[in-house]
């Protein structure tokens, strides 16, 4: 009965692999979010779908790549990783007229080796 | 760009104490949000400010919103040791654009 999920929890790997990341929520929400979280813990957005489409993309490399195949789910794709991508990232909903109440899910901490 | 400076970035209380963290923006803000990350969790919305000179109360929680919608404050009265963690304010300067997250303020307290 999560509201917000992703998986994996935690992701160690080396510079150069691809890895996704993949988020579903089933609040029934219209909006979905990646966001990503350094070590200072700045939190940072990287994009935003409404209804399977793009609508926020924020200055991340080409080799970030979310992908929408329905309005439950959001996953995150990343090509070639450096070693600056470790990270947490964060998968978030939130309905379309409250698009500011944000419900986020537990985060997946990625360390590129 | 738009950015959302928020202070201090860390404080250190007794429990007991209050504890108040502001956030500051250089132009007008359509709204501001604020959430709560514990250590190790992920960040929980705790409410929205829309109108100029708003004040809400949540317990021992008091959100301001600033006259001239450029400033926020999030003050705690009595601390508890539940009140750890990070505070974030969250500011959009539309209803429709994405919000810009403060880097937080990082609350931690001796028993």
């Known amino acids: 009965d999560t509201a917000v999920s992703q998986t994996p929890k935690y992701l160690v790997t080396q510079m150069g692999n691809d890895k996704s990341i993949k988020c579903e929520q089933n609040l029934g929400h219209d909006t979905m979010y990646w966001y990503k979280q350094d070590s200072k813990k700045f939190l940072k957005i990287m994009f935003s779908y409404n209804n399977k489409e793009l609508i926020i993309n924020e200055t991340v490399p080409n080799r970030f790549s979310p992908k929408s195949p329905d309005k439950a789910h959001l996953n995150l794709h990343i090509n070639s990783l450096e070693l600056g991508d470790s990270a947490v990232y964060f998968c978030?909903?939130?309905?379309?007229?409250?698009?500011?109440?944000?419900?986020f899910g537990p985060g997946t901490r990625l360390t590129v080796t | 760009g738009q950015q959302v400076m928020q202070i201090p970035q860390y404080q250190h209380v007794q429990e007991g104490e209050d504890f108040t963290t502001y956030c500051n923006s250089s132009?007008?803000?359509?709204?501001i949000q604020w959430y709560k990350q514990r250590p190790g969790g992920h960040p929980v919305f705790l409410i929205q400010?829309?109108?100029?000179?708003e004040v809400k109360k949540q317990k021992r929680l008091t959100f301001q919103f600033g006259e001239a919608k450029k400033n926020s404050s999030l003050h705690i009265t009595a601390t508890q040791t539940t009140d750890v963690g990070t505070y974030f304010c969250a500011g959009s300067y539309s209803s429709a654009s994405k919000i810009i997250f403060g880097s937080g303020t990082r609350l931690s307290i001796r028993p």
């Open positions: 400010l829309v109108k100029s000179g």
């Open positions: 132009t007008t803000l359509s709204n």
């Open positions: 978030a909903s939130s309905q379309l007229d409250r698009a500011h109440e944000q419900y």
